[in-house]
């Protein structure tokens, strides 16, 4: 798999505050190293699965950005960049 970050998702909204605080996103942004920058553009996965309850993680991008008031980094999610890792597989993701 390429360098991305787990997260949980709180949907394919636009506009939705999706915070870097779960453990496993701090895990990866720590092992990949990833230094966040305003306006970054990172690429996020999900665990999923198919309708026979087959492993297909969920592939997703986003731009980071910073808020001041709660002092931590969160992802505003590309609506259009969700497809599950069977598609990328297949060349449609």
Do not use: C
Request: charged share 35%.
């Amino acid at each position: 798999m390429d360098e991305r970050i787990f997260l949980s998702a709180a949907g394919h909204y636009p506009n939705v505050k999706n915070y870097l605080t779960q453990i496993g996103t701090r895990k990866d942004l720590e092992r990949t190293r990833l230094v966040l920058k305003e306006g970054l553009r990172v690429k996020f996965y999900s665990d999923d699965a198919a309708d026979d309850g087959t492993p297909d993680d969920l592939f997703f991008e986003g731009t980071v950005h910073f808020d001041a008031d709660k002092k931590s980094w969160y992802a505003l999610l590309d609506p259009d960049s969700f497809h599950h890792r069977s598609e990328a597989l297949r060349g449609k993701g």
